[in-house]
């Protein structure tokens, strides 16, 4: 009979848990995102670019890197966004040989559509905890991103 040696596993990762648990966060919410994009006939890279472009005019590199797009991907997705007339390139206000993505007036109000209907489909989620403990979330979830970009 082989001999028994003791366990050398280590306690489990006491971040495991929550890990997991924004892990299922990002896949619920991505697919409400997906859904929603796709029902306005926007891939999920472009509901990304325009929730980026809502607050800022990114240069076009900057909002490659962003989405972690390739340059040639980045201009095809601004390309078909122009085309939709949901963005604009412009010159950049300080470096003219620069270009940077704003949107339109009809990207705004895409955008602001979506943003309502995502508030529609995200909200039952947060319906079972009360005002303070949705602040607490909202504030150490912006903890935990504070500083990130993608």
């Not at 299922?24 to 796709?38: D, H, K, Q, W």
């Not at 929730?51 to 076009?60: E, N, W």
């Not at 989405?67 to 991907?73: A, D, I, P």
């Not at 993505?101 to 947060?126: H, I, K, M, S």
């Given at each position: 009979?082989?001999?028994?040696h003791?366990?050398?596993?280590?306690?489990?990762?006491?971040?495991?848990?929550?890990?997991?648990?924004?892990v299922?966060?990002?896949?619920?919410?991505?697919?409400?995102?997906?859904?929603?994009?796709?029902?306005?006939?926007?891939?999920?890279s472009?509901?990304?670019?325009?929730?980026?472009?809502?607050?800022?005019?990114?240069?076009?590199?900057?909002?490659?890197?962003?989405?972690?797009?390739?340059?040639?991907?980045?201009?095809?997705?601004?390309?078909?966004?122009?085309?939709?007339?949901?963005?604009?390139?412009?010159p950049?206000?300080?470096?003219?040989?620069?270009?940077?993505?704003?949107?339109?007036?009809?990207?705004?109000?895409?955008?602001?559509?979506?943003?309502?209907?995502?508030?529609?489909?995200?909200?039952?989620?947060?319906?079972?905890?009360?005002?303070?403990?949705?602040?607490?979330?909202?504030?150490?979830?912006?903890?935990?991103?504070?500083?990130?970009?993608?």
């Open positions: 009979m082989a001999r028994k003791p366990s050398t596993r280590q306690p489990p990762d006491p971040r495991e848990g929550l890990v997991d648990t924004l299922t966060a990002s896949f619920v919410v991505m697919a409400v995102i997906s859904r929603l994009g796709a029902a306005h006939d926007l891939s999920l472009m509901v990304r670019m325009l929730g980026i472009l809502r607050d800022r005019r990114p240069r076009m590199t900057e909002l490659a890197d962003y989405l972690g797009l390739e340059k040639q991907t980045m201009s095809g997705l601004v390309a078909r966004a122009e085309k939709r007339g949901l963005v604009a390139r412009v950049n206000e300080d470096d003219a040989r620069a270009t940077d993505v704003v949107l339109t007036d009809e990207g705004a109000r895409l955008l602001r559509q979506l943003r309502a209907e995502g508030r529609a489909a995200l909200g039952p989620l947060v319906e079972n905890l009360d005002a303070s403990e949705q602040q607490l979330a909202r504030d150490l979830l912006q903890r935990l991103f504070r500083g990130r970009r993608d």
